[in-house]
């Protein structure tokens, strides 16, 4: 991953970390359920940032370079793609 989207990357994940604990120690705590679960969908949308970020990277340089080796090896990043985004490749 490009130097500077990975540092973004870990600074976002590291932002994400401190909210989690948050929602945890909220949940320790007692607080209020639509307090905890609004917490909880910053978390998620902000993990979703993340997530696009490292994708857009991978798109940009490891599908980019598998396209330019050939056939098998860009089926076998489109085939993680799929995976991981739980799609089926028929």
């Known amino acids: 991953m490009e130097n500077n989207k990975k540092k973004e990357a870990l600074r976002r994940l590291k932002i994400i970390k401190g909210h989690l604990n948050k929602v945890l120690k909220m949940a320790e705590e007692d607080r209020y359920c639509i307090d905890i679960l609004n917490q909880c969908s910053a978390v998620q949308s902000a993990l979703k940032g993340v997530s696009g970020l490292i994708l857009s990277q991978h798109l940009r340089e490891c599908v980019a ?26």
């Open 65 to 90: 370079e598998a396209m330019k080796k050939g056939k098998g090896a860009r089926e076998k990043k489109i085939k993680e793609l799929l995976k991981i985004y739980q799609l089926s490749d028929k």
